[in-house]
T-cell receptor, first 113, second 111 residues
């Protein structure tokens, strides 16, 4: 069974640009959540989608947004990139409520220069 | 604000010994707890989940939960050099609030 797939693996962008990251969950998983990981702050929750609806959002500015499609694939968008947005962005999928745990993708390493 | 606290380490344990990792959480509404292992440059990998007070064993791993003390631990028996990694403790309220992670404990197993 295929795992969580994130594309691209690496990305270099310039300040002020925008970026879109993609995540395909495990087949049958309807919940997709996104996390930002940095050395200083660790793993921080961005938002979670279930059946195309955003169920919750972490404490991030509005420049961070996402969506989920009918096939459960999800995209995350960051507009007006800042140097501090450089991080590993991880997507995780779950069968439903998350009580059974979340499986993470390999992540997208975003560098903003 | 929900918080999960872990000792950042490094925690150094001789090969073959028991490694004990601990975390505390602030939100009494947390229902599910997870331990993830993350190797350098890799994504987190789920190794244990626990929902009820007490112990849960899976191979060399034992997770322990004490909701009254808001304390979760992970024991790794017969530690191997391949267990050297950062171990992340996470808590979830069971709803749509995602996982709250600690910053991780860096474990080093010395051959």
């Amino acid at each position: 069974k295929a795992g969580v797939t994130q594309t691209p693996r690496y990305l270099i962008k310039t300040r002020g640009q925008q970026v879109t990251l993609s995540c395909s969950p495990i087949s049958g998983h309807r919940s997709v959540s996104w996390y930002q990981q940095t050395p200083g702050q660790g793993l921080q929750f961005l938002f979670e989608y279930f059946s195309e609806t955003q169920r919750n959002k972490g404490n991030f500015p509005g420049r961070f947004s996402g969506r989920q499609f009918s096939n459960s694939r999800s995209e995350m968008n960051v507009s007006t990139l800042e140097l501090g947005d450089s991080a590993l962005y991880l997507c995780a999928s779950s069968a439903g409520t998350g009580l059974s745990g979340y499986t993470f993708g390999s992540g997208t390493r975003l560098t903003v220069v | 604000q929900k918080e999960v606290e872990q000792n950042s380490g490094p925690l150094s344990v001789p090969e073959g010994a028991i490694a004990s990792l601990n975390c505390t959480y602030s939100d009494r509404g947390s229902q599910s707890f997870f331990w993830y292992r993350q190797y350098s440059g890799k994504s987190p990998e789920l190794i244990m989940s626990i929902y009820s007070n007490g112990d849960k064993e899976d191979g060399r791993f034992t997770a322990q939960l004490n909701k009254a003390s808001q304390y979760v631990s992970l024991l790794i028996r017969d530690s191997q050099p391949s267990d050297s990694a950062t171990y992340l403790c996470a808590a979830s309220g069971g709803g749509a609030d995602g996982l709250t992670f600690g910053k991780g404990t860096h474990l080093i197993i010395q051959p």
